[in-house]
């Protein structure tokens, strides 16, 4: 199923049939040093990642308001990676957003494209108020993406994954007069090309597969 899509990519439900392009996702350190809590640890092997996208799958399907998608390119159907609308673990209803792209497509922009298309369908089809992100604070790529959406930086927080993150928030304009500040600085471009996922999916220690709650990258 088709969630929703940009000038150039598309974020739809995962399949098993993804499991070799997730693989080269989170099987990746580059990625998965950045995602949920501690041992962050690359997918262990693409069984594993099948197994884990079982999970997300069924975990998605019961919620279809909210998941972790899969991103793909509108032009030839490749694989990318993968975009995030859920709620936090631990919270209180508040929603973040994330974004976990395969390093190979780093440099084009995709995390931010994707991501304002999420924002859309948080603040329309979803009806949300706020959408929040949390960020590694050495993860340096996917602030400089949060900049870049206009997110407001809210400071450090320890409240999500039991983990210290960088906490950012972006309001609905049409319900917000005036719309949400972005942080002074503005959105500084990101040196070395585009961010690995924002909020995306977290990973269970091991090398599992995107789970519920991720935080972003």
């Not at 994707?114 to 790529?141: I, S």
Request: proline letters at 7%.
């Amino acid at each position: 199923m088709e969630h929703f899509s940009t000038p150039r990519l598309i974020a739809r439900d995962w399949t098993t049939a993804d499991a070799q392009g997730a693989f080269a996702i989170y099987g990746r350190d580059e990625v998965a040093r950045w995602l949920g809590a501690p041992p962050r640890r690359p997918a262990a092997s693409v069984e594993a990642m099948q197994a884990s996208l079982e999970r997300t799958i069924a975990h998605d399907a019961a919620v279809p308001q909210f998941g972790l998608w899969a991103l793909e390119l509108r032009s030839s159907g490749t694989l990318i990676g993968a975009v995030l609308l859920r709620p936090l673990p631990g919270g209180d209803g508040e929603v973040e957003i994330g974004w976990h792209l395969n390093p190979d497509h780093w440099g084009h922009g995709y995390a931010t494209e994707a991501a304002r298309g999420a924002l859309e369908r948080a603040f329309g089809e979803c009806g949300l108020a706020e959408v929040l992100a949390v960020v590694d604070p050495d993860n340096t790529r996917s602030i400089a993406v949060c900049r870049r959406l206009g997110m407001t930086h809210l400071g450090q927080t320890d409240r999500y994954f039991g983990v210290t993150f960088e906490l950012f928030r972006i309001r609905d304009e049409a319900r917000e007069p005036g719309g949400e500040a972005s942080e002074p600085g503005g959105e500084a471009s990101e040196p070395g090309g585009e961010a690995r996922e924002p909020g995306g999916g977290a990973r269970e220690p091991g090398g599992e597969a995107p789970e519920p709650g991720g935080e972003a990258s």
